[in-house]
């Protein structure tokens, strides 16, 4: 897939069968995260890989789904869970403040890279990060930013043109999402 596809190509997806998703695969995309840009070049993003069916069953209440949507279609149902999670965290001994950026360039290089394995991502802000802390044992020097989870699609997600909304829908098994149109983005060229 050239990098074009892969960019317009990625959607959110809440909705995955039941496949595992090979380790090498899980760690490749973090190999993708570990060369993104960082403020200064200080690295300070780490991970931790969620692939056992017993601790996937102890992540799933801790993140939480599609707030946009009506609370019946949020959630994916039994039998659609994630086959994985990565978990995003900050070392802050290594960088105390400023790493929000070098975070979301780290998950897009994630994200993105998942196209191309033809794996499915949710970003998630909206988590436990408390539970999640003691279930993963996390040391307080860590701050949890966001979980991802992944694996292969069980629904498919399209583009709409954006009209007066920035709301997602769900028709079926296919997710809508609207976006801003090119020409409404670009605010001047000089
Ligand atoms: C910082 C951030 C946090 C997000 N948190 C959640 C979340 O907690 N739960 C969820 O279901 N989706 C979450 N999303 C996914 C967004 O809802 C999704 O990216 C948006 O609807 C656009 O859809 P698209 O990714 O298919 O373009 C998050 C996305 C971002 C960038």
């Known amino acids: 897939m050239d990098l074009e596809e892969v960019i317009?190509?990625?959607?959110?997806?809440?909705?995955?069968?039941?496949?595992?998703?090979?380790?090498?695969?899980?760690?490749k995309l973090i190999d993708y995260a570990r060369v993104a840009p960082a403020g200064s070049n200080i690295q300070c993003?780490?991970?931790i890989l969620v692939e056992t069916p017993s601790m996937r069953e102890q992540?799933?209440?801790?993140?939480?789904?599609?707030?946009s949507l009506p609370k019946e279609?949020?959630?994916?149902?039994?039998?659609?869970?994630p086959a994985a999670y990565i978990i995003v965290l900050v070392n802050t001994d290594i960088k105390k403040?400023?790493?929000?950026?070098?975070?979301?360039?780290?998950?897009?290089?994630?994200?993105?890279?998942?196209?191309?394995?033809?794996?499915g991502c949710c970003w998630m802000g909206n988590i436990n990060a408390g539970k999640i802390r003691r279930l993963l044992e996390i040391p307080e020097n860590y701050?949890?930013?966001?979980?991802?989870?992944?694996?292969?699609?069980?629904?498919?997600?399209?583009m709409e043109p954006y009209k007066d909304s920035f709301k997602y829908?769900?028709?079926?098994?296919?997710?809508?999402?609207?976006?801003?149109?090119?020409?409404?983005?670009i605010f001047k060229i000089l």
């Open 97 to 119: 403040s400023y790493f929000d950026y070098d975070v979301g360039a780290a998950v897009e290089n994630i994200l993105l890279g998942a196209v191309n394995f033809g794996i």
């Open 143 to 158: 701050e949890i930013k966001h979980v991802i989870s992944l694996g292969y699609p069980d629904e498919t997600s399209k």
């Open 73 to 81: 279609e949020r959630t994916p149902e039994s039998g659609r869970e």
């Open 8 to 27: 317009f190509r990625r959607r959110t997806i809440r909705r995955f069968k039941q496949d595992p998703i090979p380790s090498e695969e899980l760690k």
């Open 59 to 67: 992540m799933f209440p801790l993140v939480k789904w599609a707030s």
């Open 169 to 185: 829908w769900k028709e079926g098994n296919e997710m809508h999402v609207p976006k801003r149109d090119l020409a409404d983005i």
């Open 45 to 47: 993003v780490e991970y």
